[in-house]
C-alpha cells in the first residue's frame, strides 16, 4: 500500500478550500433572497448556482486537492472530465434550487431538492476522482463511500433549508459557515475511502500537472466571484435604496387623497394667520358683492 497525504502543505489547503466554500455558499444564499423577492428569479437562481455549485462546492475540492499528494506516484488531470465535473456540479444545484424555491410543499420539495442536489455533489466529487491520472492502483472503500453520499446527501438538504429561511446578513454569514464544514466534510470523508497500490501495469500518464489545472482556474475563478460580489453588492444597494425611499414616496400620496377629498373655503388665507387677515379678507369680499349690487 501507498501512503497518501491529504495535507502535503499543511493547513493551507484546507483553509483555502473552506474560505473559498464559505465565500461561494454566502453569494448563493444572498442570490437566493433576491430570487424569491424577484419577479424573474431564473437568473438569480442561475447565479446561485454558480456560486455554491462552481465555487462553493467544485473549487473548493480541486484546491483541497492540492494538498493531496500519492508518495511514490505521480497525479495528473483530464482536462474534459474535469471541466464535466464542474458542469455536474452547478447543474444539479440548479436543479435542487429551482425544485425548492419554485416548489409550493417545502416538505415535499425540500427532501427532492436534496437528494438530487446530494447525489450530484457526490458525483461530481467521484468523477473528479476518476478524472486524477496516476501510476498506482487505486481503489475506494465501498461503506464510506455510502457515508460520504450520505453526508453529501444530508449537507445539500440542509443547504437549501438555509436558502429559504435564511435572509438578515448575520444569519448569512454564519449559515455560509456551517455550509463550509459540511461540504469541506464531505469531501475529505470521501477522500478517507480511497487507497492506493503499486500498479501492475504502467498507466497512461496523459492530462495536466495540478498546479497547471489549479493556476488558471484560481484566476477565472477569481474573476468570477468578484463578478458575483459586485452585482449582488449594487443589488443590495438598489434593495436598501427603494426601502428607504418608499416612506417618502407615500408622503405625496397621503396629502393628494386629503388635498383633494374636500374643496377649499379660503384658499389665501394660512390656518396660523392673524386676525387681522381675516377682517381684511371679509371686507374685500363685502366690497365685491356690493360692486355686483351695483353693476346690476
Given at each position: 500500500m501507498?501512503?497518501?497525504?491529504?495535507?502535503?502543505?499543511?493547513?493551507?489547503?484546507p483553509?483555502?478550500?473552506?474560505?473559498?466554500?464559505?465565500?461561494?455558499?454566502a453569494?448563493?444564499?444572498?442570490?437566493?433572497?433576491?430570487?424569491r423577492?424577484?419577479?424573474?428569479?431564473?437568473?438569480?437562481?442561475?447565479?446561485?448556482?454558480?456560486?455554491?455549485?462552481?465555487a462553493?462546492?467544485?473549487?473548493?475540492?480541486?484546491?483541497?486537492?492540492?494538498?493531496?499528494?500519492?508518495?511514490?506516484?505521480?497525479?495528473?488531470?483530464?482536462?474534459?472530465?474535469?471541466?464535466?465535473s464542474a458542469?455536474?456540479?452547478i447543474v444539479?444545484?440548479?436543479?435542487g434550487?429551482?425544485?425548492?424555491?419554485?416548489?409550493?410543499?417545502?416538505?415535499?420539495?425540500l427532501?427532492?431538492?436534496?437528494?438530487?442536489?446530494?447525489l450530484?455533489?457526490?458525483?461530481?466529487?467521484?468523477?473528479?476522482?476518476?478524472?486524477?491520472?496516476?501510476n498506482?492502483?487505486?481503489?475506494y472503500?465501498?461503506k464510506?463511500?455510502?457515508?460520504?453520499?450520505?453526508?453529501?446527501?444530508?449537507?445539500?438538504?440542509?443547504?437549501?433549508?438555509?436558502?429559504?429561511?435564511?435572509?438578515?446578513?448575520?444569519a448569512?454569514?454564519?449559515a455560509a459557515?456551517?455550509?463550509?464544514v459540511?461540504?469541506?466534510?464531505?469531501?475529505?470523508v470521501g477522500?478517507?475511502?480511497?487507497?492506493?497500490?503499486?500498479?501492475d501495469?504502467?498507466?497512461?500518464?496523459?492530462?495536466i500537472?495540478?498546479?497547471?489545472?489549479?493556476?488558471?482556474?484560481?484566476v477565472t475563478?477569481?474573476?468570477?466571484?468578484?463578478?458575483?460580489?459586485?452585482v449582488?453588492?449594487?443589488?443590495?444597494?438598489?434593495e436598501?435604496?427603494?426601502?428607504?425611499?418608499?416612506?417618502?414616496?407615500?408622503?405625496?400620496?397621503?396629502?393628494?387623497?386629503?388635498?383633494?377629498?374636500?374643496?377649499?373655503?379660503?384658499?389665501?388665507?394660512?390656518p396660523?394667520s392673524?386676525?387681522?387677515a381675516?377682517?381684511?379678507?371679509?371686507?374685500?369680499?363685502h366690497?365685491?358683492?356690493?360692486?355686483?349690487?351695483?353693476d346690476r
Amino acid at each position: 500500500m501507498l501512503e497518501l497525504d491529504h495535507f502535503s502543505h499543511g493547513w493551507l489547503t484546507p483553509v483555502m478550500a473552506y474560505l473559498i466554500s464559505v465565500i461561494g455558499s454566502a453569494l448563493a444564499l444572498r442570490c437566493v433572497v433576491h430570487a424569491r423577492s424577484s419577479d424573474l428569479p431564473s437568473g438569480w437562481l442561475a447565479t446561485a448556482a454558480v456560486s455554491l455549485g462552481g465555487a462553493g462546492i467544485w473549487v473548493m475540492h480541486f484546491t483541497a486537492m492540492l494538498g493531496f499528494s500519492i508518495h511514490g506516484a505521480t497525479i495528473r488531470y483530464d482536462v474534459p472530465l474535469t471541466l464535466l465535473s464542474a458542469v455536474i456540479a452547478i447543474v444539479v444545484v440548479w436543479v435542487g434550487l429551482s425544485i425548492v424555491v419554485r416548489g409550493r410543499n417545502e416538505f415535499v420539495a425540500l427532501p427532492i431538492g436534496g437528494a438530487i442536489t446530494g447525489l450530484g455533489v457526490a458525483a461530481m466529487h467521484y468523477l473528479g476522482m476518476y478524472a486524477m491520472k496516476t501510476n498506482a492502483h487505486v481503489e475506494y472503500d465501498r461503506k464510506t463511500v455510502v457515508v460520504s453520499v450520505v453526508i453529501a446527501v444530508v449537507a445539500a438538504t440542509a443547504a437549501l433549508w438555509f436558502m429559504l429561511h435564511v435572509r438578515g446578513l448575520f444569519a448569512t454569514i454564519g449559515a455560509a459557515l456551517i455550509m463550509g464544514v459540511a461540504v469541506c466534510g464531505m469531501h475529505y470523508v470521501g477522500m478517507t475511502s480511497m487507497h492506493a497500490s503499486h500498479a501492475d501495469h504502467q498507466v497512461d500518464g496523459g492530462g495536466i500537472d495540478p498546479l497547471q489545472l489549479v493556476t488558471p482556474l484560481i484566476v477565472t475563478v477569481t474573476m468570477v466571484i468578484m463578478m458575483l460580489m459586485v452585482v449582488v453588492g449594487l443589488a443590495e444597494i438598489d434593495e436598501r435604496s427603494t426601502r428607504e425611499a418608499l416612506p417618502v414616496r407615500r408622503e405625496p400620496r397621503e396629502t393628494s387623497a386629503t388635498t383633494t377629498g374636500s374643496w377649499p373655503v379660503i384658499t389665501d388665507v394660512r390656518p396660523d394667520s392673524p386676525s387681522w387677515a381675516l377682517r381684511t379678507s371679509s371686507r374685500t369680499e363685502h366690497r365685491n358683492r356690493h360692486r355686483l349690487d351695483s353693476d346690476r
